[in-house]
T-cell receptor, first 116, second 112 residues
Framework: GAVVSQHPSWVICKSGTSVKIECRSL??????MFWYRQFPKQSLMLMAT?????????EQGVEKDKFLINHASLTLSTLTVTSAHPEDSSFYIC????????????FGPGTRLTVL | DAKTTQPNSMESNEEEPVHLPCNHS???????IHWYRQLPSQGPEYVIH???SNVNNRMASLAIAEDRKSSTLILHRATLRDAAVYYC?????????????FGGGTRLMVKP
């Protein structure tokens, strides 16, 4: 199956700083990518849909000015958590849709963010 | 997309078959039934999906009820590496962009 990578796999930062997480589709072009957040012992919650070359679509309750998404190419989407606070500590997971496998979504390995 | 209901957790012995149920009584005619699983500290991975007919692949089998209001994911011989949270998800055929909505899933524990 297709491969989606994320970088970094984990990050620790101080409160008030910004953190950028990269999501790459390694062997296919992803017109659409998704960003999820997962708190401990909870399910994945969709944060936003990232479309190549256009603005992201955010789910209700997700602050677009805090979670900046850029999908500048068909293989890269980035999520920037601005002015991070301890409550932003979570497991962030991206996935890629589109390409040749319409019915299957490919997930990255996730990025563990800890804000001190 | 319609909602699914799964047991919170299930337990299995290693090398025995596992049947993971999912109820989706409000499924529409064009909804696909997808199964993903998430191993600890990893992103989800695709397992299998189907529409009406039973499906088999190298990972599992998917048995879909005739009225499509329920389905069962079958792991033929559970291994310790199959311990994960299994998510049953419905995806509408008109769901633009391939979006998936995750419910609570079933946490499968495999005993040696």
């Amino acid at each position: 199956g297709a491969v989606v990578s994320q970088h970094p796999s984990w990050v620790i930062c101080k409160s008030g700083t910004s953190v950028k997480i990269e999501c790459r589709s390694l062997d296919f072009q992803a017109t659409t990518m998704f960003w999820y957040r997962q708190f401990p012992k909870q399910s994945l919650m969709l944060m936003a849909t990232s479309n190549e070359g256009s603005k992201a679509t955010y789910e209700q309750g997700v602050e677009k000015d805090k979670f900046l998404i850029n999908h500048a190419s068909l293989t890269l989407s980035t999520l920037t958590v601005t002015s991070a606070h301890p409550e932003d500590s979570s497991f962030y997971i991206c996935s890629a849709g589109g390409g040749s496998s319409y019915n299957e979504q490919f997930f990255g390995p996730g990025t563990r963010l800890t804000v001190l | 997309d319609a909602k699914t209901t799964q047991p919170n957790s299930m337990e299995s012995n290693e090398e025995e078959p596992v049947h993971l149920p999912c109820n989706h009584s409000t499924i529409s005619g064009t909804d696909y039934i997808h199964w993903y699983r998430q191993l600890p500290s990893q992103g989800p991975e695709y397992v299998i999906h189907g529409l009406t007919s039973n499906v088999n692949n190298r990972m599992a089998s998917l048995a879909i009820a005739e009225d499509r209001k329920s389905s069962t994911l079958i792991l033929h011989r559970a291994t310790l590496r199959d311990a994960a949270v299994y998510y049953c998800i419905l995806r509408g055929n008109n769901n633009a962009g391939n979006m998936l909505t995750f419910g609570g899933g079933t946490r499968l524990m495999v005993k040696p």
